[in-house]
Protein backbone atom coordinates (compact mmCIF):
# COMPACT_ATOMS: atom_id res chain seq x y z
CA UNK A 1 0.00 0.00 0.00
CA UNK A 2 1.43 3.54 -0.84
CA UNK A 3 2.20 5.68 1.94
CA UNK A 4 0.40 9.25 2.50
CA UNK A 5 4.08 10.63 0.39
CA UNK A 6 3.85 8.19 -2.52
CA UNK A 7 0.07 9.18 -2.40
CA UNK A 8 0.83 12.57 -2.20
CA UNK A 9 3.85 12.21 -4.97
CA UNK A 10 1.87 10.02 -7.04
CA UNK A 11 -0.88 12.95 -7.44
CA UNK A 12 1.57 15.37 -8.22
CA UNK A 13 1.97 17.01 -5.08
CA UNK A 14 5.21 16.28 -3.47
CA UNK A 15 6.19 16.86 0.02
CA UNK A 16 9.86 18.46 -0.89
CA UNK A 17 8.25 20.77 -3.79
CA UNK A 18 8.46 24.71 -2.56
CA UNK A 19 5.96 24.97 -0.28
CA UNK A 20 4.13 28.70 0.22
CA UNK A 21 3.72 28.43 3.94
CA UNK A 22 6.13 27.86 6.71
CA UNK A 23 4.98 24.70 7.81
CA UNK A 24 6.15 21.44 7.15
CA UNK A 25 3.00 20.00 7.65
CA UNK A 26 0.27 18.01 4.87
CA UNK A 27 -1.51 20.86 4.36
CA UNK A 28 -1.72 24.96 4.37
CA UNK A 29 -5.46 24.40 6.05
CA UNK A 30 -4.14 22.44 8.96
CA UNK A 31 -1.26 25.08 9.41
CA UNK A 32 -3.94 28.21 9.01
CA UNK A 33 -6.00 26.12 11.40
CA UNK A 34 -3.66 26.37 14.11
CA UNK A 35 -2.74 29.43 13.37
CA UNK A 36 -6.49 30.63 13.83
CA UNK A 37 -7.36 28.48 16.43
CA UNK A 38 -4.42 28.55 18.72
CA UNK A 39 -1.83 30.60 17.96
CA UNK A 40 -3.11 34.04 16.87
CA UNK A 41 -5.71 34.43 19.55
CA UNK A 42 -3.12 33.88 22.31
CA UNK A 43 -0.42 35.73 20.47
CA UNK A 44 0.90 39.16 22.97
CA UNK A 45 -0.17 42.02 21.18
CA UNK A 46 4.12 43.45 21.06
CA UNK A 47 4.35 40.18 19.00
CA UNK A 48 1.80 40.44 16.29
CA UNK A 49 3.04 44.24 16.22
CA UNK A 50 6.29 43.36 15.59
CA UNK A 51 4.98 40.60 13.01
CA UNK A 52 2.97 42.82 11.16
CA UNK A 53 6.16 45.16 11.13
CA UNK A 54 8.18 42.63 9.71
CA UNK A 55 5.33 41.13 6.96
CA UNK A 56 6.22 44.74 5.02
CA UNK A 57 10.00 44.03 4.63
CA UNK A 58 11.42 42.33 1.88
CA UNK A 59 12.96 39.26 3.37
CA UNK A 60 10.00 38.43 5.61
CA UNK A 61 10.41 34.88 4.64
CA UNK A 62 13.26 34.39 7.24
CA UNK A 63 10.29 35.69 10.38
CA UNK A 64 10.41 33.08 12.62
CA UNK A 65 6.68 31.87 12.11
CA UNK A 66 4.33 32.65 15.04
CA UNK A 67 3.63 29.34 16.27
CA UNK A 68 7.56 28.44 16.24
CA UNK A 69 7.55 31.93 18.58
CA UNK A 70 4.58 30.19 20.63
CA UNK A 71 6.48 27.29 21.30
CA UNK A 72 10.14 29.01 22.16
CA UNK A 73 8.00 31.34 24.95
CA UNK A 74 6.47 28.42 26.40
CA UNK A 75 9.91 26.33 26.36
CA UNK A 76 11.59 28.79 28.02
CA UNK A 77 9.13 29.01 30.55
CA UNK A 78 9.46 25.80 31.34
CA UNK A 79 13.25 25.62 31.59
CA UNK A 80 12.85 28.42 34.20
CA UNK A 81 15.42 30.28 31.90
CA UNK A 82 17.28 33.88 32.36
CA UNK A 83 20.36 33.46 30.76
CA UNK A 84 19.92 32.75 27.08
CA UNK A 85 21.76 33.54 23.42
CA UNK A 86 20.59 33.89 20.20
CA UNK A 87 22.53 34.22 17.03
CA UNK A 88 19.97 35.40 14.09
CA UNK A 89 18.02 38.23 15.21
CA UNK A 90 16.48 39.76 12.07
CA UNK A 91 13.98 42.24 12.77
CA UNK A 92 13.59 40.26 16.59
CA UNK A 93 10.76 38.25 16.36
CA UNK A 94 12.03 35.00 17.70
CA UNK A 95 14.24 37.54 20.28
CA UNK A 96 10.74 39.05 21.22
CA UNK A 97 9.45 36.16 21.84
CA UNK A 98 12.68 34.80 24.31
CA UNK A 99 12.22 38.53 26.09
CA UNK A 100 9.10 38.29 27.13
CA UNK A 101 9.62 34.85 28.75
CA UNK A 102 12.35 35.52 30.71
CA UNK A 103 12.40 36.79 34.84
CA UNK A 104 12.93 40.91 34.49
CA UNK A 105 16.69 40.00 35.79
CA UNK A 106 17.10 37.60 32.64
CA UNK A 107 19.11 38.19 29.94
CA UNK A 108 19.67 37.63 25.50
CA UNK A 109 22.73 37.55 24.31
CA UNK A 110 22.14 38.55 20.63
CA UNK A 111 23.92 38.74 17.72
CA UNK A 112 23.54 39.33 13.93
CA UNK A 113 25.59 41.05 11.06
CA UNK A 114 22.52 43.20 10.31
CA UNK A 115 21.75 46.30 13.14
CA UNK A 116 19.17 47.62 10.72
CA UNK A 117 16.99 45.08 10.75
CA UNK A 118 16.75 44.25 14.18
CA UNK A 119 15.84 48.32 14.47
CA UNK A 120 13.07 48.07 12.65
CA UNK A 121 11.54 45.54 15.58
CA UNK A 122 13.16 47.18 18.39
CA UNK A 123 10.78 50.35 19.14
CA UNK A 124 8.12 47.50 19.45
CA UNK A 125 10.39 45.66 22.11
CA UNK A 126 11.48 49.21 24.18
CA UNK A 127 7.51 49.93 24.14
CA UNK A 128 7.23 46.52 25.95
CA UNK A 129 9.94 47.51 28.49
CA UNK A 130 12.25 44.48 27.30
CA UNK A 131 15.05 46.18 25.83
CA UNK A 132 16.88 45.90 28.90
CA UNK A 133 17.25 41.90 29.24
CA UNK A 134 18.87 42.68 25.49
CA UNK A 135 22.64 42.85 24.44
CA UNK A 136 22.55 43.25 21.19
CA UNK A 137 25.58 42.29 19.17
CA UNK A 138 26.67 43.56 15.36
CA UNK A 139 28.94 41.70 13.29
CA UNK A 140 29.46 37.82 12.66
CA UNK A 141 28.80 35.93 15.68
CA UNK A 142 31.81 33.37 15.58
CA UNK A 143 34.58 35.98 17.04
CA UNK A 144 32.02 36.80 19.51
CA UNK A 145 31.89 33.41 20.78
CA UNK A 146 35.35 32.47 20.04
CA UNK A 147 36.53 35.46 22.12
CA UNK A 148 33.97 34.32 24.92
CA UNK A 149 35.75 30.92 25.12
CA UNK A 150 38.94 32.60 25.67
CA UNK A 151 37.72 34.17 28.21
CA UNK A 152 36.89 31.58 30.52
CA UNK A 153 34.09 33.06 32.14
CA UNK A 154 30.79 32.13 30.06
CA UNK A 155 31.76 28.57 29.98
CA UNK A 156 28.19 26.76 31.00
CA UNK A 157 26.35 29.79 31.72
CA UNK A 158 23.45 29.73 29.23
CA UNK A 159 20.57 28.19 29.98
CA UNK A 160 19.43 28.76 26.32
CA UNK A 161 20.59 29.42 22.80
CA UNK A 162 18.86 29.89 19.12
CA UNK A 163 21.00 29.29 16.44
CA UNK A 164 18.68 30.52 13.82
CA UNK A 165 21.80 32.27 11.61
CA UNK A 166 23.93 30.95 8.88
CA UNK A 167 23.79 27.19 7.94
CA UNK A 168 26.74 26.87 6.33
CA UNK A 169 28.30 27.96 9.98
CA UNK A 170 26.06 25.71 12.39
CA UNK A 171 29.00 22.63 12.73
CA UNK A 172 31.76 25.76 13.96
CA UNK A 173 28.57 27.04 16.33
CA UNK A 174 28.11 23.92 17.65
CA UNK A 175 31.35 23.57 18.36
CA UNK A 176 31.78 26.80 20.49
CA UNK A 177 28.12 26.35 22.04
CA UNK A 178 28.80 23.34 23.47
CA UNK A 179 31.25 25.08 25.45
CA UNK A 180 29.21 27.67 26.43
CA UNK A 181 25.45 26.21 27.27
CA UNK A 182 24.88 24.54 30.97
CA UNK A 183 24.96 21.00 31.78
CA UNK A 184 21.25 20.10 31.14
CA UNK A 185 20.50 23.42 29.08
CA UNK A 186 19.36 23.55 25.49
CA UNK A 187 20.72 24.48 22.19
CA UNK A 188 17.83 25.15 19.81
CA UNK A 189 19.41 25.20 16.09
CA UNK A 190 16.61 26.21 13.46
CA UNK A 191 15.40 25.32 10.02
CA UNK A 192 17.01 21.40 10.50
CA UNK A 193 14.39 20.10 7.80
CA UNK A 194 15.52 23.01 5.17
CA UNK A 195 11.85 23.23 3.88
CA UNK A 196 11.94 19.54 2.94
CA UNK A 197 14.54 19.16 1.11
CA UNK A 198 16.69 16.87 3.16
CA UNK A 199 14.65 14.31 1.43
CA UNK A 200 14.39 15.83 -1.67
CA UNK A 201 15.83 13.76 -4.74
CA UNK A 202 19.24 15.64 -6.12
CA UNK A 203 17.18 17.03 -9.14
CA UNK A 204 14.24 18.03 -7.49
CA UNK A 205 13.16 21.76 -7.99
CA UNK A 206 14.95 24.00 -5.21
CA UNK A 207 15.57 27.67 -4.77
CA UNK A 208 19.69 28.38 -5.05
CA UNK A 209 19.62 29.38 -1.38
CA UNK A 210 18.16 26.17 -0.53
CA UNK A 211 20.33 24.00 -2.80
CA UNK A 212 23.60 25.86 -1.17
CA UNK A 213 22.63 25.23 2.48
CA UNK A 214 21.35 21.65 1.83
CA UNK A 215 24.63 19.89 2.58
CA UNK A 216 25.26 21.58 5.46
CA UNK A 217 21.80 20.49 7.27
CA UNK A 218 22.64 17.33 6.12
CA UNK A 219 25.82 17.07 7.70
CA UNK A 220 24.55 18.98 11.08
CA UNK A 221 21.84 16.62 11.73
CA UNK A 222 23.89 13.44 11.28
CA UNK A 223 26.60 15.43 13.71
CA UNK A 224 24.33 16.10 16.34
CA UNK A 225 22.76 12.80 16.25
CA UNK A 226 26.13 11.07 16.86
CA UNK A 227 27.17 13.86 19.48
CA UNK A 228 27.46 11.63 22.86
CA UNK A 229 27.65 15.05 24.80
CA UNK A 230 23.70 16.14 23.99
CA UNK A 231 20.17 14.43 23.76
CA UNK A 232 18.64 15.89 20.86
CA UNK A 233 15.04 16.18 19.17
CA UNK A 234 13.63 17.30 15.89
CA UNK A 235 10.80 18.86 16.06
CA UNK A 236 8.81 19.40 12.62
CA UNK A 237 7.85 22.67 14.17
CA UNK A 238 8.04 25.55 12.07
CA UNK A 239 11.07 24.72 9.52
CA UNK A 240 12.14 21.99 11.99
CA UNK A 241 13.95 22.32 15.13
CA UNK A 242 16.11 20.50 17.03
CA UNK A 243 16.60 20.52 20.59
CA UNK A 244 19.93 19.94 21.61
CA UNK A 245 20.14 19.34 25.72
CA UNK A 246 23.89 19.04 27.06
CA UNK A 247 24.01 15.58 29.50
CA UNK A 248 27.94 16.32 30.39
N1 LIG B 1 15.40 34.60 14.42
C1 LIG B 1 14.97 35.59 13.45
C2 LIG B 1 13.50 35.88 13.60
O1 LIG B 1 12.85 35.37 14.51
O2 LIG B 1 12.97 36.63 12.76
C3 LIG B 1 15.31 35.18 12.03
C4 LIG B 1 16.77 35.15 11.71
S1 LIG B 1 17.11 35.11 9.99
C5 LIG B 1 16.49 33.55 9.50
C6 LIG B 1 18.87 34.88 9.90
C7 LIG B 1 19.69 36.05 10.39
O3 LIG B 1 21.03 35.61 10.55
C8 LIG B 1 19.73 37.24 9.45
O4 LIG B 1 19.21 38.38 10.08
C9 LIG B 1 21.22 37.42 9.13
O5 LIG B 1 21.64 38.76 9.06
C10 LIG B 1 21.87 36.71 10.32
N2 LIG B 1 23.23 36.22 10.08
C11 LIG B 1 23.74 35.68 8.94
N3 LIG B 1 25.03 35.36 9.10
C12 LIG B 1 25.36 35.69 10.38
C13 LIG B 1 26.55 35.59 11.15
N4 LIG B 1 27.67 35.09 10.64
N5 LIG B 1 26.51 36.01 12.44
C14 LIG B 1 25.39 36.54 12.96
N6 LIG B 1 24.23 36.65 12.28
C15 LIG B 1 24.21 36.23 11.01
CA1 LIG C 1 14.58 30.19 11.14
Known amino acids: MATQAEQQTQSGTTGH???????LLQS??????????????REPEPMRE??????????????TPADEG??????LKLINAKNTMEIGVYTGYSLLATALALPDDGKILAMDINKENYELGLPVIQKAGLAHKIDFKEGPALPVLDQMIEDGKFHGTFDFIFVDADKDNYLNYHKRLIELVKVGGLIGYDNTLW???VVAPPDAPMRKYVRYYRPFVLELNKALAADPRIEICQLPVGDGITLCRRVN
Open 28 to 41: DALYQYILETSVYP
Open 70 to 75: QFLNML
Open 17 to 23: QEVNHKS
Open 50 to 63: LREITANHPWNLMC
Open 195 to 197: NGA
